[in-house]
C-alpha cells in the first residue's frame, strides 16, 4: 500500500503483545505504565515511577459487559507492582467516582497503611467504601491549590469540574520533568458550584513547563462543548412544574448536582424529595455533610412518609438509571415493587446518560414504564443530562493553555484515544510526543522526551461473589459456551477393571431443549459406543469419557446443528 | 392520585394478560391481530379477518437479544392461525427485510400453496430465501397503483421510500371498512430512485375514508425529518476522495440505494467496486438484475481481483456493520480475516445505523480497526447513515394527509407506539380511537369503530439451530443461569436397594472458577450427606439427589456467595 502523510500516521503505532518488558529504568528518568483504564472506560490506574519510588493515581473499577459474563467487578491488574507494594509512596484519587476509587480496598487490603490523598468529598466516599470492606484506610486530604510531597513525589492540586463534585487535577514535579494528570475534567464555565476548573492554572504550569500531560478521552470524538449542568434546571423545572401526579426522577447516585437541581426544582413547586436506593440515601447523606449538596429544612422525607404523601407533593429520587434489573426502577417498571407501583399518569425523569451496552436494559426500562401509563422522559427527548467529559472543543482549550512536550491520552477506548492525540497534534503538539500507551504498555520519559520502552503483562482480574481472581479466561469462556448453548451430561458408571457399564447410561441436558425427548435418540448411540470401548478391552475412564463426548457431540451437531457443552461422567465402581 | 386531563390518559390502557379470549367476530366485522412486531421491534405479522377469512400481512424475524442467549432468530407466534391455515386467502410482503419476510418459509413449510403477494424485488429476495429452505411459494407479483382481489379482501398497492427499495403500502378493502397498512416507511422527497411515497395516493384513500390506518412507529420519538438518502453521497464522496489508501465501507446487505452511492463515487475516483459477505454479493446481483442497481460496465471486481490491485484502486463494500463476530469486517478488525488485513492509514466506513443492543459490538470493531491504524468513520462522526423510517414530522403528514377514523400504531416498542398515538391525536384524531394493541391483542372494526375485543395468548418462537420451537422459556432461563455462574455437577454412584456410595463423589464445575481446587472443601461435606442418607435409608436417588444439591447449593453460596446450577447425578447401580 502506498505511503500517506497524515498526522495520524505518525503516532507510534499500536504495541503488539511481542513488544518487550521494558529494560530497567535509566538513572533520572520518569516511568508511566497505566495498570487499567487505557483502551477501555473504568478501572483507572496509573502508575509513576521515579528512583525506584512509585506514585499511584487512581485504583478503579470496571463494570463487566457481555464478554465477562456473571462477572461483578473487573479489577485493574495489580500483578506488575504485586511485589513492590512497599515501595508505593502514595496514592492519589482524583474524584470519587468508581471507576476511580473502587478498587482500592482491593489494594489496601495488601497494605492497609498506604497513604491515601484526595479531596474532602473523595475521602468521605471512599472512607463509606472501606468501611465495608473492614478497612481504615490512611487518609490525607487535600485541596485545590495545596502541594504535597512524598518522597521524590512533589504534588499540586487544581480544581477541576466533573459530574461529581471536589474532582481534582494532579501535577506531579519529580527530578526527570512534570506532569499534569486531568483525571476527568470537563470545562463548565457556569458550574453550580462556581468551582471552575483551573484553566489559569493549568496555564502557569504550561508556562513552567509540562513535560507529560495526561489527557481524560472520554468525549474527545465529540465535537463542541458540553452544555452547563445548569441548563437542565429549567428542563426539569417545565417537566416537574406540569406533572399532577407522582415525579421519579432516576439518576447516578453520586451526581449532586443533578440531585441539587431536583431538590431546588421539588421545592418551588412545594414537593418533598424522597432519596431511594442505599448509595443514593449514602451519597447525598455525605454530600449534605461535607456542604456539598444544600438540602433546606424538611426538603427530604423518607419513603414511608413518601407513601403517605398524595402524589403531587413528592419527587422520587432513584437510582437504577441504567436499568440494573434489581434496581428499584426496574421493578417499578415491571410492575414489581412492593411499594411503589406507577400509575397512569406518572412521570418519570431518566436524568442520566445511558452507558454503551445498556441501551437494551435502560429502554427495557423506559417500555415497562410507558406501558403501566408513564410519561418517560429521557436524554433521548429532553435535555435531561449532559456529560461530564470535555469535549473535543474543550480539550483544545486544555492543550492551548498547557502547551505540553509530550501527551498521553488516558481514560477510553481506542477510538478517543486515537480522537484526543487528533486534537493534541492540532494544537500543535509533535506528532511523535503523543504516545498512545494502552495498559500495560510502559512510558519512559527521558530528557524530556516520552516515549515507548517496553510492555508488562496485565490482565483482567475479575471479581464473582466473594472472591477475586479465581474466576479468569477459562470460566468465562465456558460460560460464554454454557449460556449459548447449555450442556449436556451423560453420566455412566463402569465396572473399574472390565469398563463394562454396570449402570445405563443417563443423558440429561440443561439449557439445551425444553423437550424432554430430545436427547432420546442418543441413548442407544452412546450405548454401542459404551458397548465397542469394552469390547476393545478399554478400561481408562478418561478415554471412555472422551469417545462418549465425541459421539454425544457429533450426533448434537448433525441432528440440531448447535454445540452445547458435551459433559461425560465416567464413573468407575468396584467390580 | 389525581387524575390528570392529558390526551394520553384517554388512549385505552396496556391491556394486561388478564384481558380475556375475544368473543366469536361479529358478523360484517374486520377482526385484526399482530402475531408479532407490536411492542418490540421485528417479527412484523398482522392478521386481518373476515367473515372467516384470513389476509396476512408480511411475516418477519426478530434477531434476538440477552434474554434469548444462543436463539438464531425469534418468529411470530403461528399459534392463533394454527388451525386455520386453509382459512388465509394470502399473504401480502410490504417489503424484502428480513423482519417482514425471513419467517415466511416456517409459514410456508406448513402451507406451501398459500399465495404469496408482493412487488418484484421483495419477491426476488423471498425466492432467494425459499431456495435456501427448498420452498418454491406461489407468487404474485403486483406494483404500486396496482389492485388485486383476494376472496373479500379487495387489495390496493401504494408506492413508499424505506431504506430499500420497491416497498409498498397496502389498502384492503373490506365489506367491513378500509385499513391503510403503511409498511414501513419514511417520505424522502429527493429519494435517489424518484420514487416518491405516494402521498396523493393516500390523500385519495383519505378521501374516500379510511377505517383503520396502521401506521409504523419506529421514529415516532424522533422529531423533525429523515434527512434525504442522497445527502450521504458527497460525505462518502469527501471520505473516499480523501483516501489514498484502502477504503472499506460497511452498510446492511439490503441497502440497493447505499451501495449504489457507493459505487457511484468510487467510479469518480476510478476505483473498483469489491462486494464482500455472501448476503451482499446475492442481493446486489438479484437488485442488479431487476434494474435496481445500476452498476456500470466492469465497476464490480471479485475478490481475488481486488487483492491483487492497488489499494489507491478498490473500494470493499462489506457486510458486518453491526459487529457481527463472524463477519468479515469483525476479523479485519481482529486481524484474523485471511485476505484482507487492515494497513496503517485505511479508511472505513460504517455507512449504517446501530441497531440497539450493537452498540458494544460496534464499537468493538470500531476499536480494532482504529487500533490497527484505520481511520474510521462512522454515524457518529459522519453523515454516513439516515434511517428508513419516518421521523415524527413526516408521520404528521402521513395523518394530515389520510385523516383516518381510528388509528393503531405498529412497528415499535411501548415508548414508539404511544408516541406515535401522540402524533395522531394531535393531528386531530380522537384519543380513544387510537389503539394501542401490542402482540395478541385482538382489534376489531365494528361499525367503524376499532376496540380491543380481547386477547389470544402469542408467545416467542424461538428458533435454534435446524430446529424451531423445542427451546422455549425453561431452557433460557437454564442458559442464563448457566451464563452467569456455570455449574457445579456432583455425580456419585449408589447400590441400588442400599442408597450406599460404591464411588467417591466426584465433584468438578465448569464455568465455575479456574481454580482446580475451588471445589475440594465440598467434597467431605458431600460425603457426610451420602453416610447420613444411607443411614436414614434413603434409597430413592431423587431423594439423595436433592439433599446433595442443597448441601453444595448452601456451601456455594456461604463459601462464594456465587449462584451457579448445582447438578447432581446419583446413578443407582445393581448391588
Redesign the interface.
Known amino acids: ?4 502523510a ?1 498526522s ?2 505518525k503516532h507510534p ?2 504495541p503488539t503483545s511481542a513488544t518487550p518488558a521494558p529494560p530497567p529504568l535509566e538513572q533520572g528518568a520518569l516511568r508511566v505504565v497505566a495498570l487499567g483504564g487505557i ?1 477501555e472506560v473504568g478501572r483507572n490506574m496509573t502508575v509513576f515511577e521515579y528512583d525506584g519510588r512509585l506514585l499511584v493515581v487512581d485504583c478503579g473499577v470496571l463494570f463487566p ?2 464478554d465477562s ?2 462477572v461483578d467487578l473487573i479489577l485493574p491488574d495489580f500483578g506488575p507492582i504485586e511485589n513492590r507494594l512497599d515501595e508505593i509512596e502514595a496514592i492519589v484519587l482524583t474524584h470519587g467516582h468508581e471507576d476511580h476509587i473502587g478498587a482500592l480496598p482491593f489494594l489496601l487490603r495488601q497494605r492497609p497503611e498506604l497513604p491515601v490523598i484526595g479531596s474532602g468529598f473523595t475521602l468521605a466516599l471512599l472512607s463509606a467504601k472501606c468501611q465495608e470492606h473492614r478497612l481504615t484506610p490512611r487518609l490525607v486530604e487535600v485541596e485545590e491549590g495545596q502541594r504535597s510531597r512524598h518522597g521524590e513525589f512533589d504534588l499540586e492540586f487544581f480544581a477541576v469540574n466533573h459530574s461529581i463534585p471536589d474532582a481534582l487535577a494532579v501535577a506531579i514535579r519529580t527530578p526527570a520533568g512534570t506532569v499534569l494528570h486531568t483525571g476527568d475534567i470537563k470545562l463548565d464555565q457556569l458550574p453550580l458550584d462556581g468551582r471552575l476548573t483551573d484553566l489559569a492554572g493549568f496555564a502557569r504550569m504550561g508556562s513552567e513547563g509540562i513535560d507529560l500531560f495526561l489527557v481524560d478521552s472520554t468525549n474527545a ?1 465529540v465535537p463542541g462543548f458540553v452544555t452547563p449542568e445548569r441548563e437542565i434546571g429549567p428542563v426539569l423545572d417545565s417537566v416537574i412544574g406540569r406533572a ?3 415525579v421519579i426522577v432516576a439518576c447516578f447516585a453520586s451526581h449532586v448536582h443533578r440531585v441539587q437541581q431536583v431538590l431546588d426544582v421539588a421545592a418551588s413547586y412545594g414537593r418533598k424529595v424522597c432519596l431511594v436506593g442505599r448509595s443514593m440515601v449514602r451519597n447525598m447523606g455525605i454530600a449534605a455533610e461535607h456542604g456539598i449538596l444544600r438540602v433546606p429544612e424538611g426538603a427530604l422525607v423518607d419513603l414511608d412518609e413518601a407513601l403517605q404523601m ?3 407533593s413528592v419527587v422520587f429520587v432513584s437510582t437504577g438509571s441504567q436499568g440494573e434489573p434489581l434496581s428499584a426502577l426496574s421493578r417499578m417498571a415491571r410492575g414489581e415493587h412492593k411499594q411503589i407501583s406507577i ?4 412521570t418519570v425523569i431518566l436524568a442520566s446518560s445511558m452507558i ?2 445498556n ?2 436494559a435502560v ?1 427495557g426500562v ?3 414504564l ?4 408513564a ?2 422522559v429521557h436524554q ?2 429532553a435535555k435531561v443530562h449532559v456529560s461530564g467529559h470535555a469535549s473535543a472543543g474543550e480539550l483544545l482549550y486544555l492543550y492551548n493553555a498547557v502547551r505540553p512536550a509530550n501527551v498521553m491520552p488516558v481514560h477510553g ?3 478517543h484515544l ?1 480522537a484526543n492525540a487528533e486534537l493534541a497534534t492540532l494544537t500543535g503538539v509533535q506528532a511523535d510526543r503523543v504516545v498512545i500507551a494502552e495498559d500495560g504498555v510502559v512510558v519512559d520519559l527521558i530528557d524530556g522526551v516520552a516515549s515507548i520502552a517496553g510492555r508488562v503483562e496485565v490482565g483482567h482480574v475479575y471479581v ?4 477475586v481472581g ?7 469462556s ?10 449436556i ?1 451423560i ?3 463402569v465396572e473399574a477393571g472390565t469398563g463394562r457399564a ?2 445405563p447410561p ?1 443423558v440429561s441436558g ?6 424432554p425427548k ?1 436427547l432420546d435418540e442418543v441413548v442407544p448411540l452412546v450405548e454401542m459406543e459404551l458397548s465397542r470401548t469394552e469390547a476393545e478391552g478399554i478400561t481408562d475412564t478418561h478415554r471412555i469419557a472422551q469417545t462418549v463426548r465425541r459421539t454425544v457431540g457429533k450426533w448434537v451437531a448433525d ?4 454445540r452445547p ?1 458435551i ?1 461425560p ?1 465416567v ?4 467390580s
Do not use: C, I, K
Open positions: 500500500m502506498t505511503a500517506r497524515t495520524t500516521e503505532l499500536a483502551g459487559e457481555d459474563p456473571g470524538e399532577t401526579q407522582r398524595s402524589s403531587d400509575q397512569h399518569g406518572d454503551p451496552g441501551e437494551t429502554f423506559v417500555n415497562g410507558v406501558r403501566l401509563g410519561e418517560v433521548g427527548s477506548e481506542w477510538r486515537r464473582d461473589g466473594l472472591s479465581d474466576v479468569g479466561e477459562s470460566t468465562l465456558d460460560r460464554l459456551v454454557l449460556g449459548e448453548g447449555g450442556f451430561s453420566t455412566v458408571a454396570v449402570s443417563t440443561r439449557g439445551f431443549s425444553d423437550d430430545a441432528t440440531y446443528r448447535r457443552m459433559v461422567n464413573l468407575p465402581v468396584g
